[in-house]
């Protein structure tokens, strides 16, 4: 979509392309990032179920208290995420899974809306059948720090996050699994996040067509020669002065 306005008698172009990509993995940061090292802070949260759940640090242990739970997990996954979030609708799938599999091991699995509203929480949880604690984070002290899009953190017994990573593609769930697996041995986890290639300021923008969601037809956005030259679905071109992308993989 081209959009065209005037500004003290001058004309202004600026084109916003949304590109709907399957397959790739890349995201951009917003905030900090949970990041390998670092100390989750303490939460108190409202979950679904309308009571609080709570994760604290008491000595060198994390406690967990929720209504009739007072335990210290062995390891606990922390997810970021957005109720109407198509990709954290995925990988909460893949939690769920992954809750199954080791909460007779001592991992807690807990699902943090960044935003949204507490309704559309408790439905998610209720359409994906969650048996996890699901809360709203919204405006707290982690989703301010840390929601840098939708994160995913392993945190040991302290408190202290050992894997990390922002966004999800399928097969991330194999990468959980192992760090669990070594955190739970008492191994250092080998493998810390998930490789995924990020645009950063200062790169060039890759020269894309794709398919237009409304049409079908192509639309292009390509920089050649030191000027960026967008094509719509008519074939027309124009070289606007800025460009602003969007991505999704699902």
Known sequence: ???????????????????????????????????????????????????????????????????????????TVIHLLQPDCLQCRAQLNELQTLSDRFSSRGVVVLGIAHRGEMADLQKLGKDLSITFP?????????????????????????????FAHIGFSKGDEALWGAALEELLAGKPVTKATVD???????????????????????????GEDGRLTFRNEAGKETQPKGAVGFFSRY
């Open 1 to 75: 979509m081209v959009k065209q306005q005037g500004n003290d008698g001058c004309r202004k172009r600026i084109v916003c392309v949304g590109l709907l990509i399957f397959g790739i993995n890349g995201t951009s940061a917003a905030y900090a990032e949970l990041t390998p090292g670092v100390q989750l802070p303490d939460l108190s949260l409202p979950g679904v179920d309308g009571a609080n759940v709570e994760l604290l640090r008491e000595g060198d242990a994390l406690v967990l208290r929720r209504v009739g739970v007072n335990t210290k997990p062995a390891a």
């Open 134 to 162: 699901l809360v709203d984070g919204t405006g707290s002290e982690i989703a301010k720090q840390f929601a840098a899009g939708d994160t995913l953190g392993i945190v040991d017994r302290t408190g202290v996050v050992r």
């Open 196 to 222: 995924r290639e990020r645009l950063a300021v200062g790169d060039r923008f890759p020269a894309v067509e794709l398919p237009s969601i409304q049409s079908s037809k192509p639309m292009g956005l390509v």
